[in-house]
């Protein structure tokens, strides 16, 4: 039933719509996390594990300040205001559990001493 551009539904059909909505958020970060390099998602990664900035810079070669911007970046591209917000993205996403299972695709040395910023 449609009335002034507003569709109505039924509770059962309404949480259904809500459903694929909710979906489609996370359709989006996913989407999102697949167009990151590995060197942003290792830095997701840490973050996860409660690594500070200075502790990623150290392991990646490059300055505390880098890594803050590279979280900002990442902030701002999952749209989300906090660091537990970007730990939330990492686990809806399957990062984490990715990075679980196969470690060495996450491999530091494996990164240019270059920043992508």
Do not use: W
């Amino acid at each position: 039933m449609a009335q002034q551009d507003k569709v109505y539904f039924c509770a059962t059909i309404a949480d259904k719509v809500f459903g694929l909505m909710s979906q489609m958020e996370k359709i989006k970060k996913i989407e999102i996390m697949q167009q990151l390099n590995i060197y942003d998602k290792y830095i997701l990664v840490r973050i996860c594990q409660e690594a500070s900035s200075k502790e990623i810079a150290n392991e990646v070669g490059h300055s505390k300040r880098t890594i803050e911007g590279h979280r900002t970046k990442l902030m701002q591209q999952f749209d989300v205001k906090n660091l537990a917000g970007l730990v939330k993205v990492a686990f809806l996403t399957k990062l984490y559990d990715h990075y679980l299972m196969n470690p060495g695709l996450y491999d530091v040395t494996l990164f240019a001493k270059t920043s992508a910023l």
